[in-house]
């Protein structure tokens, strides 16, 4: 009933051990398609926006404020092998994210329409994923090869989309 107060548990946790990897699925298609056109934006925003997830959790990801996709973790992989109710993302977290394809004729339908909408464009169907911490952000602009500062050869994360 809408007039039923809400029950929550709330608990602490003293200590989160950081996520070596984090496997996630999109709920539905439409989030894998969305995911797929704005893939930098989620790799540049995805710390700023979670940072704490657990197994089999459904998050969502707000893509320029307006667009929101959901994930659900599916595996969490750890440096230290113990359980952990929840863990933490850091730069060096590898977050893989599978595809969640359309059903056969519905994804033909879809790819037409994109083909028709993206004439010339060279999209692909894998993304690699880099978790960038948000305060690398205020950093100035650094030369041609470097973002944020850093060279391209000093980013110390990865996540691969496919």
Not at 28 to 55: K, M, R, Y
Not at 59 to 65: D, E, H, S
Not at 79 to 90: G, P, S
Request: proline share 6%; charged share 20%; hydrophobic share 40%.
């Amino acid at each position: 009933a809408p007039d039923a107060p809400l029950i929550a548990s709330v608990a602490v946790v003293p200590y989160a051990p950081v996520a070596s990897r984090v496997d996630v699925d999109p709920v539905t298609p439409e989030d894998w398609e969305i995911l797929q056109l704005h893939a930098n934006f989620v790799e540049e925003e995805l710390l700023g926006q979670i940072c704490v997830l657990g197994p089999g959790q459904r998050f969502p990801m707000w893509v320029y404020g307006r667009t929101r996709i959901n994930l659900q973790v599916t595996s969490i992989g750890l440096v230290e092998q113990k359980q952990a109710l929840c863990v933490r993302l850091a730069r060096d977290t590898q977050v893989v994210v599978a595809p969640k394809l359309r059903a056969k004729q519905e994804q033909f339908d879809a790819q037409a329409q994109r083909q028709r909408e993206l004439e010339g464009s060279s999209a692909t169907l894998a993304y690699e994923l880099r978790v960038q911490d948000p305060l690398l952000e205020a950093v100035a602009e650094g030369s041609a090869g470097q973002v944020g500062g850093l060279k391209h050869n000093e980013w110390n994360c990865t996540g691969v989309v496919h």
